[in-house]
């Protein structure tokens, strides 16, 4: 089993940035991509951004290309979230999740989840 815990969120202003953290337990962190989803109340869970075991890949939605910068640093066994320019409609709650990085699909796949961090944008 692995432990996600979301950290980071919180009420900003539009055009703010914030960076959202994601921390894993194990030793075995380096052998799972990790995937950054977002839910806001009453929409479904929508893909955020998504790297691979290796730090060397990334995937982007096209909602937040050129804004989010998703990162990894396995020494630490966390992977971070860096979001800037926030928009209202960034609002949401944010979960990470990990999966075994073989056969990877950055939208699917993913076995274990964190349980969310609050980012709430305001104008």
């Known amino acids: 089993q692995v432990q996600l815990v979301e950290s980071g969120g919180g009420l900003v202003q539009v055009g703010d940035s914030l960076r959202l953290s994601c921390a894993a337990s194990?030793?075995?962190?380096?052998?799972?991509?990790v995937g950054w989803f977002r839910q806001a109340p009453g929409k479904e869970r929508e893909f955020v951004a998504a790297?691979?075991?290796?730090?060397?890949?990334?995937y982007n939605a096209n909602s937040v290309k050129g804004r989010f910068t998703i990162s990894r640093d396995n020494a630490k066994n966390t992977v971070y979230l860096q979001m800037n320019s926030l928009k209202p409609e960034d609002t949401a709650v944010y979960r990470c999740?990990?999966?075994?990085?073989?056969?990877?699909?950055?939208?699917?796949?993913?076995?274990?989840w964190g349980q969310g961090t609050q980012v709430t944008v305001s104008s």
């Open positions: 999740a990990a999966q075994l990085d073989y056969g990877f699909s950055p939208t699917s796949g993913y076995d274990y």
């Open positions: 194990g030793r075995t962190f380096s052998s799972y991509a």
């Open positions: 790297i691979r075991r290796s730090g060397g890949t990334t």
